[in-house]
């Protein structure tokens, strides 16, 4: 009888044992999958609230008109992504940026597929780049938008553990192709949805978007829409994210 006891004991305690087991291997799955590095496109909110989002990393022509039209237009909240080598040739512009009040996030340093290479030189050219950065504006940045938006699951492990937020799009105008200023304002106004980052250009090769803003922010202003950096709506709603 005493031996039937202990068995019974024996596998009460192995059954306990497995599932205190299981319960924490389940938590440790749960939380590894949380930290998958991932790329943030939008946020999920009912709010009418977008991310006027601009890359610039050539060019003195479209810069300056573009931060003319987002004072007229009373715009106090954008992210610019700002490549490193434009910032040292062109300081004055963003510290204008930066003086407006508007978000600064990177734009990597030389423009190629981050994809492409390896591990330590994503790191060498994105820290070129905050430290340019850093250099003309005093901001360290912790958002970054990889050139062309390249990337893939190794190179967001990377800058994630580098500290960067990826941002993404959810609407792309494709003003970089230059389609037309009612292409580009349509594409904008028939995509945006709450909680979108919207992706434009205010390098050189833009060449359509300083008459096309006007009409996007009018235009979103009319659907109810009001703008925020993309930390500020980030802060605001459950994030949207892609592993690639």
Same mark, same amino acid.
């Given at each position: 009888?005493?031996? =039937?006891?202990?068995?019974?004991?024996?596998? /009460?305690?192995?059954?306990?044992?497995?599932?205190?087991?299981?319960?924490? !291997?389940?938590?440790?799955?749960?939380?590894?999958?949380?930290?998958?590095?991932? /790329?943030?496109?939008?946020?999920?909110?009912?709010?009418?609230?977008?991310?006027?989002?601009?890359?610039?990393? +050539?060019? @003195?022509?479209? &810069?300056?008109?573009?931060?003319?039209? *987002?004072?007229?237009?009373?715009?106090?909240? /954008?992210?610019?992504?700002?490549?490193?080598? +434009?910032?040292?040739?062109?300081?004055?512009?963003?510290?204008? %940026? #930066?003086?407006?009040?508007?978000?600064?996030?990177?734009?990597?340093?030389?423009?190629?597929?981050?994809? @492409?290479?390896? $591990?330590?030189?994503?790191?060498?050219?994105? /820290?070129?780049?905050? #430290?340019?950065?850093?250099?003309?504006?005093?901001?360290?940045?912790?958002?970054?938008?990889?050139?062309?938006?390249?990337?893939?699951?190794? =190179?967001?492990?990377? *800058?994630?553990?580098?500290?960067?937020?990826?941002?993404? +799009?959810?609407?792309?105008?494709?003003? +970089?192709?230059? &389609?037309?200023?009612?292409?580009?304002?349509?594409?904008?106004? @028939?995509?945006?949805?709450?909680? $979108? %980052? %919207?992706?434009?250009?205010?390098? $050189?090769? !833009? #060449?359509?978007?300083?008459?096309?803003?006007?009409?996007? =922010?009018?235009?979103?202003?009319?659907?109810?829409? #009001?703008?925020?950096?993309?930390?500020?709506?980030? @802060?605001?709603?459950?994030?949207?994210?892609?592993?690639?």
């Amino acid at each position: 009888m005493q031996d =039937v006891k202990r068995i019974f004991t024996l596998t /009460a305690v192995i059954a306990l044992f497995m599932a205190v087991l299981f319960a924490v !291997s389940g938590r440790s799955q749960v939380f590894a999958a949380e930290k998958k590095p991932a /790329a943030i496109y939008k946020v999920d909110t009912d709010k009418k609230v977008v991310a006027l989002t601009f890359d610039i990393s +050539w060019g @003195n022509k479209v &810069p300056e008109p573009v931060l003319e039209v *987002l004072k007229t237009k009373h715009v106090e909240k /954008a992210t610019f992504f700002l490549s490193g080598p +434009w910032t040292l040739r062109h300081p004055e512009v963003a510290k204008q %940026i #930066k003086s407006m009040g508007y978000e600064i996030g990177s734009h990597g340093n030389l423009h190629k597929d981050f994809s @492409n290479y390896p $591990d330590n030189w994503i790191r060498e050219q994105t /820290a070129l780049a905050s #430290k340019a950065i850093k250099q003309v504006t005093g901001v360290t940045p912790k958002l970054i938008r990889t050139p062309n938006g390249d990337f893939n699951p190794r =190179v967001l492990k990377c *800058l994630n553990g580098m500290g960067y937020k990826v941002i993404q +799009w959810n609407t792309d105008s494709l003003d +970089w192709k230059n &389609p037309g200023t009612s292409a580009i304002v349509g594409r904008v106004l @028939n995509r945006a949805v709450p909680g $979108d %980052i %919207i992706l434009m250009h205010a390098s $050189d090769s !833009s #060449k359509q978007i300083v008459d096309a803003l006007p009409q996007i =922010v009018d235009g979103l202003r009319a659907k109810g829409y #009001k703008f925020a950096t993309v930390s500020e709506l980030l @802060n605001q709603a459950s994030v949207q994210s892609k592993l690639q």
